[in-house]
Structure formats: structure tokens, C-alpha cells
């Protein structure tokens, strides 16, 4: 397998099947319904506050948004997108759920009743007969991890935004990324030859035999950044024993993107994909003139952990500016919980898929931090600052702003959401 090519499980005679009976023998992720009562599983993309901050510049969803959640597997985000929905209140919103599988379905049916929410219509069925379904158009679709399992992503892909209304935000997507994924394939093709003749439940047994065996000179072996396969049965099946999957690389990411007449709206998360993370100061300058796509290319090689790519597409990126009436909205953080570790550390400490990060941060980014409520604007923020640093210079404090948002932001978890009109 070339280290930079596409790597592609070839497809085989009656692996559409195979690809659905293993969502049925497996419903992916494992849940449990009963476990609703005690959390809401939350994640990108699709995060109500992300779908406003990436493709609706920060606005609110418009009324009778419907979302499309297209391989929607036992529900993690068509549970997330239909609670936050009904939490916040958006007049006439749905979530459409479609999946092949029928088992997986009736996970998710069942944690959308065991949460009470009716804001979900249940479709089973193939993303690439979209066309005959005939679901109406969508604001907004949810395909996270499905492309790479379709004997034609970029069709699939088409057959996606074709369902987007004219005026819709966009699509929320993750994908495998190839380098991350470091010794996956070779390893589903030793277990293919070795359990050539077997069922799956015997494959599963012989994989779970296998792996505490492999050689430590396996690229799987030494992988740290995978580490699904051991929560489950499922997880351990989709990882290596798939009947079809694939890998991306960002330019290939990109090229798919770009033949469905799609914009990259954001990489997610923006400072992973970002190479100034993982440079040098002495560096940042040879990136100056990068497009937006190269930079997160480089990103990639550089980080060389990225086992998946989640990205938001639209057909044209809706601008998001910090400006004076962009409102800093903490997400699933707390602003005080913020500045207490940033007062602590004098920055942020945290981990991109094992890779540790020491962020720094600007001298007022704790005050920053605590400011931003979700209520106050940027420009309420900044008076309060000016207030609070009477004897630091405007510009100073506004240059620490933009570096205290291009952190926080670029780690996901500071955006910028609008007042209603
Ligand atoms: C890895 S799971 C992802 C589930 C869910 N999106 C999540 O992220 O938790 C892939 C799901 O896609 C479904 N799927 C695969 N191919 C599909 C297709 N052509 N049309 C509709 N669903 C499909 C499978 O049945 C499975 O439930």
C-alpha cells in the first residue's frame, strides 16, 4: 500500500450486503438506552451551536430547520441534534434519521423515547436511494462516518447535497483520516486471510485472539492513537473487520468536497488543522502564503495522528467575523472552570488524540475567559477589558483578544453566535 495513495478496500462481490449485515449483527456505537437518564452524548459535528457558528454565521437555525442525519446508526447525533433542538426551541424543527440498518434504528427509537422527543422521523433505507424516498429538502445534514463505508462516497456525497435546500447551511461530515489509521489496513487484510472461511462472531473471537499476539514491530501494534476496539464488540468489528472502508488524506478530502460543488466551511478542530501548532516559532513565516486547504494538509503530515477529519461543507461559506456584535459563546465549557486553569497554568494543557499541547495564552485571557457569557458582545467584552486594564494600551488588549479567540475558538469551544435581528 503506497504511503500516499488512497487506501481502499477493494470492493467484492456481496459486500453491500456484508456492509449491512454487520450493522445489523453490530448496531455501531454500542448503547444502551437506559443510559439516556443519565447523560447526553454530545460531539462534532452537529453540535447546535457548531452548525450556527460554521454555516449560518452565528445566526439563529431558521424555523422548520430539518436536519438529515444520513447513516445515523444507533443515534448519537440524532439523539444530540433532536434534544438540542427541542432544548432550544426552534419552532417546527425535525430530525429526519435514515440508516440500512433496522437493529440500529431500534436503538435509536428507543433512546428518543426514553428521552421523550417526538422531533424525530425514522427512515430506513440507503442513502443512494435518496432520490425515491422523497424526504423533502434539508437545512442541514449529519453524515458522520458513512461516506467511507459507500462502494461510491463522492455519489453518495452528491446524492446528499441534493437533498439540501437552496438556502440551506450546509453539511456536517467526518470521515477516516489515513494517517492516524496507521496499520488498520494491513491488519483487516491479515484477518481477512486468516479468518477466511470463518462467520463474524468467530472472526471477532480470533481477532480478540490475535491482537495481544501481533509482533511489536506491528504498525498496528504500535499505533497509540487507536484504541476504539477494545470498548466493544462493535467498535472492534468496524475498525477491522469491516467489509468496506476507506481513508482520507485532507487533498483527497478536499477533491471529494470540491466535486460536489462543496466549500470547506471548517476543519474541525480549527487549531488542529492548523500547522502553526505543531511548528516552531521560527517556522510560522514559511506558512504566510499557504492556502486555507494547504495549511490543513500540512497540519495533517505534520501531526501524523489524525485517525479521523470531521469538517462543515457549504455550497458557500457564510462569513463569521469576530466583529463588535459577534457574541463569544462557551461551548460545553465554563467560563470561570477557564480562567481558573488558564490563572493556574498561564495556559491551556490538553491533548489532540495523544499528542500533548502545552497552548499558551495572553496575559488577560483568564478575565477574557470570564467575560464571555453568551450574553455579552465582543465589544461589550472589550469595554469591560478597557474598564478592568485601565493603563493597557487598546491595541494591546485587542491584540490579546484575537489571539485568546483564535485559541479557544480554534479548540472548538468559543464561538461566535448573533443576536437575533
Ligand atoms: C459507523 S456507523 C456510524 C453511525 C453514526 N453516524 C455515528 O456516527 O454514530 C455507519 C452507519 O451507516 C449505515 N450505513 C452504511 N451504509 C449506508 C448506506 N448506504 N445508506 C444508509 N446507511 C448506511 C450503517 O448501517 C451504520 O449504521
Known amino acids: ?64 430547520f430539518r436536519a438529515l442525519v444520513a ?56 442513502i443512494e436511494d435518496l432520490p425515491a424516498l422523497a424526504l423533502g429538502g434539508f437545512d442541514y445534514v449529519d453524515c458522520c462516518g458513512v461516506l467511507h463505508h459507500l462502494a461510491e462516497p463522492a455519489a453518495g456525497l452528491a446524492r446528499l447535497v441534493a437533498v439540501l435546500k437552496p438556502a440551506a447551511g450546509g453539511l456536517g461530515v467526518m470521515v477516516y483520516g489515513q494517517y492516524g489509521r496507521s496499520g488498520v489496513y494491513e491488519l483487516q487484510a491479515a484477518l481477512r486471510t486468516l479468518g477466511r472461511d470463518l462467520d463474524l462472531p468467530a472472526r471477532v473471537r480470533l481477532t480478540k485472539t490475535l491482537l495481544p499476539a501481533l509482533p511489536q514491530t506491528n504498525r498496528f501494534a ?55 501548532t505543531y511548528l516552531p516559532a521560527e517556522l510560522h513565516a514559511r506558512l504566510d502564503d499557504l492556502a486555507a486547504d494547504e495549511r490543513a494538509a500540512l497540519a495533517e503530515a505534520l501531526a501524523g495522528n489524525f485517525k479521523t477529519h470531521t469538517l462543515y461543507l457549504a455550497r458557500t461559506r457564510t462569513p463569521n467575523p469576530p466583529d463588535d456584535a459577534a457574541i463569544p459563546t462557551w461551548v460545553e465549557w465554563d467560563g470561570a472552570a477557564v480562567a481558573a ?24 485571557a483568564a478575565a477574557f475567559a ?3 457569557d453568551g450574553r455579552r458582545s465582543l465589544a461589550e467584552v472589550d469595554a469591560a477589558l478597557a474598564r478592568r486594564f485601565r493603563d493597557l494600551p487598546d491595541e494591546r488588549r485587542r491584540r490579546e ?3 485568546a479567540l483564535r485559541v479557544f475558538g480554534g479548540l472548538n469551544r468559543l464561538l461566535l453566535m448573533r443576536a437575533a435581528a
Open 222 to 276: 504500535r499505533n497509540p492513537v487507536l484504541g476504539d476496539h477494545r470498548r466493544s464488540d462493535a467498535e472492534l468489528v468496524d475498525l477491522l473487520l469491516h467489509a468496506r472502508d476507506r481513508a482520507y488524506t485532507v487533498p483527497e478530502l478536499a477533491a471529494l468536497a470540491a466535486g460536489a460543488g462543496l466549500e470547506v466551511a471548517a476543519w474541525i478542530e480549527p487549531l488542529r488543522y492548523d500547522p502553526a
Open 1 to 64: 500500500m503506497s504511503p500516499s495513495g488512497p487506501q481502499v478496500v477493494e470492493p467484492a462481490a456481496g459486500e453491500a450486503d456484508a456492509v449491512a449485515a454487520q450493522y445489523e449483527a453490530y448496531p455501531y456505537p454500542a448503547r444502551d438506552p437506559a443510559e439516556e437518564a443519565r447523560r447526553l452524548i454530545t460531539g462534532s459535528p452537529s453540535r447546535l451551536l457548531e452548525i450556527r457558528h460554521y454555516l449560518y454565521g452565528g445566526r439563529a437555525l431558521p424555523a422548520g
Open 401 to 403: 483578544t484575537v489571539e
Open 71 to 126: 447513516g445515523g446508526g444507533t443515534g448519537d447525533g440524532t439523539i444530540m441534534l433532536a434534544q438540542q433542538l427541542a432544548h432550544a426551541g426552534v419552532p417546527g424543527a425535525e430530525v429526519v434519521y435514515l440508516d440500512l440498518s433496522a437493529a440500529s434504528r431500534a436503538i435509536c427509537t428507543a433512546r428518543a423515547e426514553a428521552r421523550g422527543l417526538s422531533n424525530i422521523r425514522f427512515v430506513q433505507g440507503a
Open 370 to 372: 470570564e467575560l464571555c
Open 341 to 364: 486553569a488558564v490563572k493556574r497554568d498561564r495556559a491551556l494543557a490538553g491533548a489532540f488524540d495523544g499528542l500533548p499541547l502545552r497552548l499558551p495564552l495572553p496575559p488577560r
